[in-house]
């Protein structure tokens, strides 16, 4: 670390495990530590740093465990300037190198110009680029060119565990001067190609349980008498989505924005290799054919997966089980103009009406345990266009302007609660591999990145 500047490698971040899925307090007094350290780098470059004391969090079980503060920096306050806050997390998703990882996840290690380690992408990567970028200024004895704000969290992973609370909370003082939001958690769609990102998908999270009794039965003894509840739950979620992907919830489509000529275009305008894409997803087949019709269904159509099955067999051998009470999950990703509690009723209504046509003596229970809405922004907002100048200077080309068919929660509430407008402007190349094994950053993306973050910042000076 440069005690001078404050500034701290990624070397040095990504060696914190700061991994806030797995709740146990190792990794909470890591994720303390984290937060610690990026205070620390923040204070040393001068900024008005308040570490936000976030209470605890209420696990299923019963345990309680603290939630690590969220840092709010401040960097300037000229009245003449625009302000730009960033938002960034500096928590991971778990990583085992026992579980497929060439190196250990916590020693960022360079192989053939690619940085891999847990976090180098998602998130700590670019957060650090936003901070070199302003360190550089800080090197050249430069003025930032805006006020910056900082924002950044230790939960993003756990579900940005009351971070909507705080956001409310601080709608008219640490964000009121803010004029402008960046976020930087997500990916181009190319390996080289930049691109901005003005739209995700939102998402409905439904556990749908089916009940007999808490205990299982021996098929042997049971089998053939009992109305069984996999048999019910496996019904229940074949009744969900066709074999084309299309979603079988009656009135599901219906508020889905009607697609436009202009909007088809921005679709071609986009550079997707799509044989390179399958290959690299190491898929046979898409449900689709075209760059357009695959772009359209991850990012402006609905789309409903099944992620799993609570209190099923699911261990090797043969075990002759009738489970007695089993949770089926599955999730739609929303998009502009789907309500979530509308969506909500129409799953709850479906799912009810396919149960009672089975005459089953079992209880069944839907509950939608997650309803993150979809997010859309404004192309022709100021910070769009500076984003695509800065991409211009830096990268000489235009970038791509996509959508993500994941979810940001943080997007939508900051458009709703604190009603800035938002952009992300992603560093990291499609390949990155975030939430997965081998997550890396390449070496050029996040010097480039850094650059972008610098040029972006004199943009939005220009053009406030
Ligand atoms: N490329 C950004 C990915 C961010 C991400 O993975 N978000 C999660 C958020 C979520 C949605 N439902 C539950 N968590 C995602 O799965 O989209
Ligand atoms: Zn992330
Ligand atoms: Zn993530």
Known sequence: MDPKLGRTTLKEWVAIESDSVQP??????????????????????????????????????GQSLPIPPVI????????????????????????DQGNGWLTDPYVLTEVDGKLYGRGATDNKGPVLAWINAVSAFRALEQDLPVNIKFIIEGMEEAGSVALEE???????????????????????ISQRKPAITYGTRGNSYFMVEVKCRDQDFHSG?????????????????????????????????????????????????????????????????????????????????????????????DEPGAKTVIPGQVIGKFSIRLVP????????????????????????????????????????????????????????TVFGTEPDM???????PIAKMFQEIVHKSVVLIPLGAVDD????QNEKINRWNYIEGTKLFAAFFLEMAQLH
């Not at 205070?39 to 299923?60: E, K, Y």
């Not at 799912?351 to 839907?366: G, T």
């Not at 591999?433 to 997965?436: A, L, Q």
């Open 24 to 61: 146990v307090p190792r990794f909470r007094q890591e994720l303390f530590r984290m937060m610690a350290v990026a205070a620390d780098t923040l204070q040393r470059l001068g900024a008005h740093v308040t570490s936000v004391d976030m209470g605890s969090q209420q696990l299923p079980d």
């Open 72 to 95: 709010l920096a401040e960097l300037g306050n000229d009245p003449t300037k625009g302000t730009v806050c960033f938002y960034g997390h500096l928590d991971v998703q778990p990583a």
């Open 166 to 188: 705080l956001v409310e909370k601080e709608k008219n003082r640490f964000f009121s001067g803010v004029d402008y939001i960046v976020i930087s958690d997500n990916l181009w």
């Open 221 to 313: 003894t049971f089998g053939g008498i009992l109305h069984e509840p996999m048999a019910d739950l496996v019904a229940l979620l074949g009744s969900l989505v066709d074999s084309s992907g299309h979603i079988l919830v009656p009135g599901i489509y219906d508020e889905v924005a009607p697609l436009t000529e202009e909007e088809i275009n921005t679709y071609k305008a986009i550079h997707l290799d799509l044989e390179e894409y399958r290959n690299s997803s190491r898929v046979e087949k898409f449900l689709f054919d075209t760059k357009e019709e695959i772009l359209m269904h991850l990012w402006r159509y609905p789309s409903l997966s099944i992620h799993g099955i609570e209190g099923a067999f």
């Open 337 to 392: 103009h789907m309500n979530v509690s509308v969506v909500e009723k129409q799953v709850t209504r479906h799912l009810e009406d396919v149960f009672s046509k089975r005459n089953s003596s079992n209880k069944m229970v839907v509950s939608m345990t997650l309803g993150l809405h979809p997010w859309i922004a404004n192309i022709n907002d100021t910070q769009y266009l500076a984003a695509k100048r800065a991409i211009r």
């Open 402 to 408: 996509i959508r993500d068919g994941s979810t940001i």
């Open 433 to 436: 591999g975030e939430h997965s």
